[in-house]
């Protein structure tokens, strides 16, 4: 009896001994986080949105397979400042990063990478930085050797790894014809900048390097949070051979534009292939949005000509620059299998300032209350199906201002003159209502001037003391 008994016994020691031996797996671990960020891609230039000429299967795909954000803005018509937004949670006029190549990422600001080491990820930067200078010694770009005033690099903001450029470069032979008196690298380390495999399209140099990130730390059961910035379809626009001609119906300047777009959308694929052939997949949280609206003209106060700048709002008034939705309303979805219904398409307002706090949702973390947020958990959001935004998006660029609410929008494009849009009747905001509506813009008025007076005492720095 003594001996039947202990065999009955077997299944449960020798499951145990397994369990107890196994290794974890990266689906038994927190989710690994991949946040992508096109540069100057228009709103209407991916076939998610509806465009029947730009080639996007990839992207499409990757779409489909989680929630598609009709609108989603970034939290400023140009780059410096939405990225500022993307990595702290707050608008960039809380600490000086007012536009492009201005101000540069503080050390006081509480920035999501550092906050992911703090979990145990292992945290990646590619791509297009644009949040200070790299180096302080060697001329690069339009800020790096120029002591260490503007230096801000990704290593000193939670990156353990990076392969990272202060701003844009061309988007095929990245290293050359930039046009700048010092030439753009691609940093690695500080002093440190790579010299191999920069030939070629852009968006595949960068993903050759994000992607031995990923499958190392995959391989490892290490989470990982990767940042991935392409510089595509920034200027200067540029494609291979092999991607004009797919597009050799149209002429030369949307050959170029296209079919940047198309490379990158390859790298997606490459993107896509791996996370698959790592089983990973499943456990894998990814968004992806553009910095801002295409550029070219019909923008904001500063114009961004161009002729190869051939993106399009899909209707959506003004471009890059403008505070109007087609400069700030931007292409974008998030991805987490098994935690957001796939296949679906939400018009719930979001911002990039609502990522750092979405992050830290994911990880049952609760944003610091030492400083005030702009963004919202958008993640909890969209999984609890809310119909409304409580919290308005605020804007402010250069003279622009507009505070954006779930139904309506105020705008002033120069400071004087302000303009009301129903963004549930208008989205193309071609009816101003500010004259019908009277009570409605002073209360709007009064909000968004609450929210500036908050920034400008952000900005002197009392929020670190």
């Known amino acids: 009896m003594k001996q039947l008994f202990l065999l009955s016994l077997l299944p449960f020691i020798f499951g145990f001994l397994s369990c107890a031996n196994r290794v974890p797996k990266n689906n038994d671990t927190k989710p690994n986080i991949i946040m992508i960020m096109a540069d100057d891609l228009g709103w209407g230039d ?263 700048q051939q993106g399009t709002t899909a209707g959506f008034r003004g471009r890059k620059g403008s505070l109007y939705e087609g400069g700030v309303r931007v292409p974008a979805f998030i991805v987490w299998p098994g935690q957001l219904k796939a296949g679906t398409r939400s018009d719930f307002p979001g911002v990039t300032s609502d990522y750092f706090p979405s992050i830290l949702g994911v990880l049952g973390l609760k944003v610091p209350e030492t400083r005030p947020y702009d963004g919202i958990d958008l993640i909890k959001a969209l999984r609890n199906e809310d119909k409304k935004r409580e919290k308005y998006i605020a804007f402010q660029s250069q003279k622009q201002k507009s505070l954006v609410t779930q139904q309506y929008k105020l705008v002033t494009i120069d400071s004087e003159k302000y303009e009301l849009y129903d963004m549930l009747e208008d989205p193309y905001e071609e009816n101003d209502i500010a004259a019908s509506k009277p009570e409605r813009v002073a209360e709007m008025k009064q909000q968004l001037n609450e929210w500036l007076e908050s920034c400008k005492n952000s900005d002197t720095g009392n929020d670190y003391k």
């Open 46 to 308: 991916v076939g998610f949105n509806g465009n029947k000429v730009i080639q996007t299967p990839a992207l499409d795909q990757m779409a489909a397979s989680g929630i598609i954000l009709d609108r989603f803005y970034s939290a400023a018509p140009v780059c410096s400042p939405t990225r500022g937004s993307f990595m702290t949670g707050r608008h960039p006029f809380r600490y000086g990063i007012y536009y492009a190549n201005v101000g540069f990422m503080k050390d006081q600001e509480i920035n999501l990478a550092e906050l992911m080491q703090q979990e145990g990820y292992t945290t990646g930067h590619f791509g297009k930085w644009h949040l200070g200078a790299i180096s302080d010694s060697i001329p690069d770009g339009r800020r790096g050797g120029l002591g260490t005033e503007y230096l801000s690099t990704p290593w000193n903001n939670g990156f353990d790894e990076c392969f990272s450029t202060e701003q844009a470069v061309p988007t095929w032979d990245p290293m050359k014809n930039q046009k700048l008196k010092n030439p753009t690298r691609y940093w690695l380390a500080p002093g440190v900048y790579e010299t191999e495999n920069l030939e070629g399209d852009d968006s595949r140099v960068i993903m050759d390097r994000a992607l031995p990130f990923i499958k190392k730390h995959a391989k490892n059961n290490q989470p990982f949070f990767t940042v991935i910035w392409f510089h595509t379809p920034h200027s200067p626009v540029v494609a291979g051979p092999q991607y004009c001609d797919m597009y050799k119906d149209y002429d030369e300047n949307k050959q170029h534009y296209y079919g940047c777009i198309t490379a990158l959308d390859d790298q997606i694929a490459r993107l896509n292939k791996e996370l698959s052939a790592l089983g990973i997949g499943e456990n894998t949280l990814i968004t992806f949005c553009s910095d801002n609206g295409p550029a070219g003209e019909g923008g904001g106060p500063r114009q961004y000509p161009g002729k190869r």
